[in-house]
T-cell receptor, first 118, second 109 residues
Framework: GAVVSQHPSWVICKSGTSVKIECRSL??????MFWYRQFPKQSLMLMAT?????????EQGVEKDKFLINHASLTLSTLTVTSAHPEDSSFYIC??????????????FGPGTRLTVT | GQNIDQPTEMTATEGAIVQINCTYQ??????LFWYQQHAGEAPTFLSY??LDGLEEKGRFSSFLSRSKGYSYLLLKELQMKDSASYLC??????????WGAGTKLIIKP
């Protein structure tokens, strides 16, 4: 099956610094990747849809200048949390669609990145 | 608006059967997904329904009624490892997933 990796799996950073999270599709080319955030005991919240070679589409309420998304290749999307604050501490998960895998638009999830801002 | 409703928490006994219900309202409809998520891990795909009826896959089955905006996930022969959150997600006309808050399933011996 399709495999998506994320790096790092966890990161601790100081308030005011920036953190970059990578999402890679390992065995397929993903034209579309998704970035989610999940707070404890809550469901996934879609932050943005990342399309290769174009600007990401952000969901309402998500600051695009704070959460920078780059999808420079068909196998890599990055999320940079700029000037992180403690309230940005969360579980960040990416997912990707394999356009060749079938016709029901299944999303393959990465293992997630736990960000803690101190 | 778009909305997915599912119970917050359910408890069942090892070896038993449990049914997790989900009702949905989406702008257009391109299918209903169920995912399993263990604590601290990413969701893993369980099932997809786009037509009415029951889809069976081993111990897990998923049912869809489009006219009622309703789905359920049926888990048989429960095992302790089935303790997890189960996420219902509807896909809208833009092929975006609308997620429920998840149902935490607790399995007791």
């Amino acid at each position: 099956g399709a495999v998506v990796s994320q790096h790092p799996s966890w990161v601790i950073c100081k308030s005011g610094t920036s953190v970059k999270i990578e999402c890679r599709s390992l065995d397929f080319q993903a034209t579309t990747m998704f970035w989610y955030r999940q707070f404890p005991k809550q469901s996934l919240m879609l932050m943005a849809t990342s399309n290769e070679g174009s600007k990401a589409t952000y969901e309402q309420g998500v600051e695009k200048d704070k959460f920078l998304i780059n999808h420079a290749s068909l196998t890599l999307s990055t999320l940079t949390v700029t000037s992180a604050h403690p309230e940005d501490s969360s579980f960040y998960i990416c997912s990707a669609r394999d356009p060749l895998a079938g016709d029901f638009y299944e999303q393959y999830f990465g293992p997630g990145t736990r960000l803690t801002v101190t | 608006g778009q909305n997915i409703d599912q119970p917050t928490e359910m408890t069942a006994t090892e070896g038993a059967i449990v049914q997790i219900n989900c009702t949905y309202q989406t702008s257009g409809f391109n299918g209903l997904f169920w995912y399993q998520q263990h604590a601290g891990e990413a969701p893993t795909f369980l099932s997809y329904n786009v037509l009415d009826g029951l889809e069976e896959k081993g111990r897990f089955s998923s049912f869809l009624s489009r006219s009622k905006g309703y789905s359920y996930l049926l888990l048989k022969e429960l095992q302790m490892k089935d303790s997890a959150s189960y996420l219902c997600a509807g896909m809208d006309s833009n092929y975006q997933l609308i997620w429920g808050a998840g149902t935490k399933l607790i399995i007791k011996p």
